[in-house]
């Protein structure tokens, strides 16, 4: 099991930049699709964005496209969301998460292991 922490998160005004950043245990980050997801209140958790063991295979949302840009550190065994033009329906709580098959996904079930995520607030 890998354990994951998000941190970064917080009130912005609409316009503005934020980066978030999961730092993951396990000696096998590198191996690790890792995604990228958030919930709003009384919504279903979405998918945002996914960045594969290759750092040039990420997928995002549509909704983040061009926006939103997913990277890693596997030195660091981290993952960022640097997050640009926020637009308050951007506010939710965003969540890390590791998936273990190999390729690239954005369904929640692909993914085994969860961060306790943290919050975005987008003022308007």
């Known amino acids: 099991q890998v354990q994951l922490v998000e941190s970064g998160g917080g009130l912005v005004q609409a316009g503005g930049s934020l980066r978030l950043s999961c730092a993951a245990s396990?000696?096998?980050?590198?191996?690790?699709?890792m995604g990228w997801f958030r919930q709003a209140p009384g919504k279903e958790r979405e998918f945002v964005s996914a960045?594969?063991?290759?750092?040039?295979?990420?997928i995002y949302a549509d909704s983040v496209k061009g926006r939103f840009t997913i990277s890693r550190d596997n030195a660091k065994n981290t993952v960022y969301l640097q997050m640009n033009s926020l637009k308050p329906e951007d506010t939710a709580v965003y969540y890390c998460?590791?998936?273990?098959?190999?390729?690239?996904?954005?369904?929640?079930?692909?993914?085994?292991?969860w961060g306790q995520g943290t919050q975005v607030t987008v003022s308007s």
């Open positions: 396990g000696r096998t980050f590198s191996s690790y699709t």
């Open positions: 998460a590791a998936g273990y098959r190999s390729g690239i996904y954005y369904t929640v079930r692909g993914y085994a292991d």
């Open positions: 960045i594969a063991w290759s750092p040039s295979n990420t």
